[in-house]
């Protein structure tokens, strides 16, 4: 083999590795979660959406904190980018701060099943089949929600999240959970 032409194989395998992405990789491959396990008061009256996995339904006045609600939607690019922080902030926050998701604007329910499996997602969502929703969360995604223990949403981070850090702060300040 001539010397030019080890030099373009070498170049050639740097650009192809070159392009590998990192920080997309997702680890495991998520679940369908029922939304049993959302702390949530008895009766209550207002939004209601069943859950993605078809068994129960929610009533967001009835949903107790602290919990942090993300609306997201399987078309939507912004969302994706920030599941790699929802992933680690909830293999860590879990049991002390949940996470309840709201698939918005699919054409079917399909759509979000299959997105939560293949994204890698493992905390519970449900569905909001016929746009319902957008009169209480707005129109756009991703929006993030942070509830308190008493039900009051005590902020609403408009936009794509950046970095476990900043989730981690917003969890601090508004719910008051600090989350290693």
Not at 93 to 99: D, R
Request: aromatic share 6%; with cysteine.
């Amino acid at each position: 083999m001539t010397t030019m032409r080890k030099a373009v194989i070498a170049i050639m395998l740097l650009a192809l590795t070159g392009c590998a992405s990192q920080s997309t990789a997702i680890p495991t491959l998520g679940q369908v979660v029922p939304c049993n396990q959302i702390s949530h008061v008895a009766s209550g009256s207002g939004l209601q959406m069943p859950c993605l996995d078809g068994k129960s339904t929610l009533t967001f006045s009835t949903l107790r904190g602290p919990l942090i609600v993300n609306v997201w939607g399987s078309w939507c690019a912004s969302c994706k980018d920030e599941l790699p922080i929802l992933r680690s902030f909830y293999s860590k926050s879990k049991s002390t701060v949940p996470i309840l998701g709201v698939d918005v604007e699919e054409a079917k329910a399909s759509e979000g099943s299959d997105f939560v499996v293949a994204q890698g997602m493992t905390w519970p969502s449900l569905l909001d089949p016929d746009g319902r929703s957008r009169g209480y969360f707005g129109m756009g995604v991703p929006v993030t929600w942070f509830i308190d223990v008493n039900g009051v949403v005590v902020h609403k981070e408009i936009g794509t999240l950046h970095s476990e850090q900043q989730l981690r702060d917003l969890t601090a300040k508004y719910l008051g959970v600090t989350v290693g």
